[in-house]
């Protein structure tokens, strides 16, 4: 990634940050996000093309609200402020900000009053989304006003010599009518970056950082058999050789055969180094009588590492432990970038020990599953591997809510089976993002053979998603819903009761724990 031309993003914690880096990358420019406190220095060494600062969920002229280091408007770089970043480049450069009378969630029509090269071919009225509750009440000196609205007098503002642009809407929701062609005027006409993010480009880069980092040594792979740790497996096999060793974990709260599956997966696809490591009982000890969501998440994280740290041990020269970690893995578990609210730990993200030996690699750490799929597909992986369901790493242990026992965990493994055996029957696995079933903390009366029963109810879920940060509940029909129904509470002892789950995220999340 070292030369590519990139776009760097500062977070100040909007829910929409990511959603910045998407729409660049899907116009093929890299972009990357960074912390609103990443160093000024660390910013000149990034060489960004041009940089954009996010929303924000604080109001710009509270005390503790994230500030920005005024040396970046002397960098001669192009930058573009949407909504609290458009208030920060306000009151850096004499103008003020104040709280509106009436805040603007929601749907608004601007009309472009000065046409700059920002909206270059936007019509002169258009839609836009607006989530603010603070405005503009003092323009900035030598800056001017580009676009209003009913409510606002001030939508946009510019300073074209400069190459300051602000926005209080949000050009990167899809509901912005032109939002995507905002930005593309912003990374192209006013940035003149090139459309070099490529996935070649970035398996190229990314084997090139990864040979430096490693060097000759032996380095250590998390395989789970999921689709980003196959397809970092194959990257790193191809940077490093025969120095990859892969650590397949059995946890013991797989699904039914599945290391067993995916141990022969490999084996007749690749000439893989995979050692197959059976710890289930070690995890299920350390798990014992654990309830809370988290502390299971916690556990699980801290176990691998331990794991792989004893393997590591056993070749004296490995520095590096690679995982599949995502992007999405690190918003929802730390707030690394902006000040993001914690919504679960991620086994592999804020799951792992304070004090870790082993250093990591995560090639995927700024990416989408969308992407790695593409750079799977690039690099020549089977169908077999691209289109599997993502399977969290700490697998049944979140889908068995309550006390995880052997005996939990093989009633839904039971139940899990004959659901994944319908969707691919019936030819639904590839309509769904990701498929599930999980076994309530709950037991319900039911009626067989004339006999009274007290037993489990099971909920299923499957949904529709392109990244896991939003997803919506796939819409079965119904007689697909009677049959898994019927079978499961026919085949399954121990289920007596079967129901659907019908969330999207959000509010709700894909996993239930
Ligand atoms: N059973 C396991 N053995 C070894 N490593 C694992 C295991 N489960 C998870 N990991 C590590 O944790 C990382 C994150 O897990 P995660 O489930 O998000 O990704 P994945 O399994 O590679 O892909 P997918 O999201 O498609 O399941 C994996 O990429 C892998 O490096
Ligand atoms: O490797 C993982 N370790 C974890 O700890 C973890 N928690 C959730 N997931 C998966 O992430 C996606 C989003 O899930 P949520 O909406 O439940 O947060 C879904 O695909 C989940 O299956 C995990 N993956
Ligand atoms: N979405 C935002 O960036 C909001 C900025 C600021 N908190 C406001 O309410 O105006
Ligand atoms: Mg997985």
Redesign the pocket.
């Known amino acids: 990634m070292l030369h590519l031309q990139k776009i760097l993003i500062l977070d100040f914690g909007s829910q929409y940050t990511q959603l910045i880096a998407r729409r660049i990358r899907e116009s093929n420019v890299y972009s990357e996000i960074h912390s609103h406190e990443f160093p000024i220095q660390k910013i000149k060494e990034e060489k960004p093309q041009g940089i954009i600062l996010s929303g924000g969920p604080m109001s710009v002229y509270d005390s503790d609200s994230p500030k920005i280091d005024k040396e970046i408007f002397e960098l001669g770089v192009p930058i573009l402020g949407i909504c609290y970043g458009l208030q920060l480049l306000t009151i850096n450069n004499n103008g003020m900000v104040e709280p509106a009378e009436k805040r603007e969630y929601g749907k608004a029509k601007i009309s472009i009053t000065q046409r700059d090269d920002l909206f270059k071919n936007i019509p002169d009225e258009s839609i836009v989304w607006m989530s603010h509750g603070d405005y503009v009440t003092k323009l900035p000196e030598n800056f001017i006003v580009t676009s209003k609205s009913e409510n606002s007098p001030i939508c946009s503002i510019s300073n074209s010599s400069k190459k300051f642009y602000g926005v209080q809407f949000h050009p990167e929701v899809a509901h912005t009518e032109f939002g995507k062609q905002i930005i593309d005027n912003f990374i192209f006409n006013i940035c003149n970056c090139k459309p070099d993010w490529t996935t070649i480009n970035f398996i190229d880069s990314s084997i090139e950082e990864i040979k430096n980092k490693v060097g000759n040594n032996k380095v250590i792979l998390a395989l789970s058999g999921g689709v980003d740790s196959s397809v970092a497996a194959v990257l790193l096999h191809k940077a490093v050789k025969e120095n990859l060793i892969c650590i397949h974990v059995d946890h013991g709260m797989m699904r039914k055969n599945e290391s067993a599956d995916i141990i022969k997966m490999f084996k007749d696809n690749y000439d893989l180094n995979v050692i197959h490591i059976d710890a289930s009982e070690l995890f299920l000890s350390k798990l014992k009588g654990v309830i809370d969501p988290e502390q299971k998440?916690k556990i699980i994280g801290n176990t691998f590492i331990e794991i792989f740290e004893n393997e590591a041990r056993k070749f004296h020269d490995v520095e590096y432990l690679v995982q599949g970690t995502l992007y999405?893995?690190v918003i929802?578990s730390v707030s690394v970038k902006g000040k993001s609210v914690t919504?679960?730990?991620?086994?592999?993200v804020g799951?792992l020990p304070e004090k870790m030996n082993l250093k990591l690699i995560e090639p995927f750490r700024e990416l989408f599953k969308d992407e790695v799929r593409a750079i799977g597909r690039e690099l020549g992986l089977p169908e077999i591997f691209i289109k599997r369901h993502?399977?969290?790493?700490?697998g049944l242990a979140?889908r068995v809510l309550g006390e995880i026992t052997k005996e939990r965990l093989d009633i839904l493994r039971d139940v899990d089976e004959i659901f994944m055996n319908e969707l691919i029957d019936k030819n639904i696995y590839d309509k769904i993002w990701?498929a599930f079933s999980v076994l309530l903390p709950i037991q319900t009366v039911g009626v067989m053979g004339d006999n009274r029963t007290y037993e489990n109810v099971i909920a299923l879920r499957a949904v529709t998603s392109t990244d896991?940060m939003t997803?919506d509940w796939f819409r079965f029909d119904y007689e697909f819903l009677e049959n898994v129904s019927n079978k499961i509470i026919r085949m399954v002892r121990g289920v007596n009761r079967v129901v659907y789950d019908i969330s999207s995220?959000p509010p709700a999340?894909?996993?239930w724990e």
Do not use: L, S
């Open positions: 998440r999405p893995d929802e919504i679960k730990t991620h086994h592999n799951g993502p399977f969290p790493g700490p979140v990701q896991g997803a995220k999340t894909i996993e």
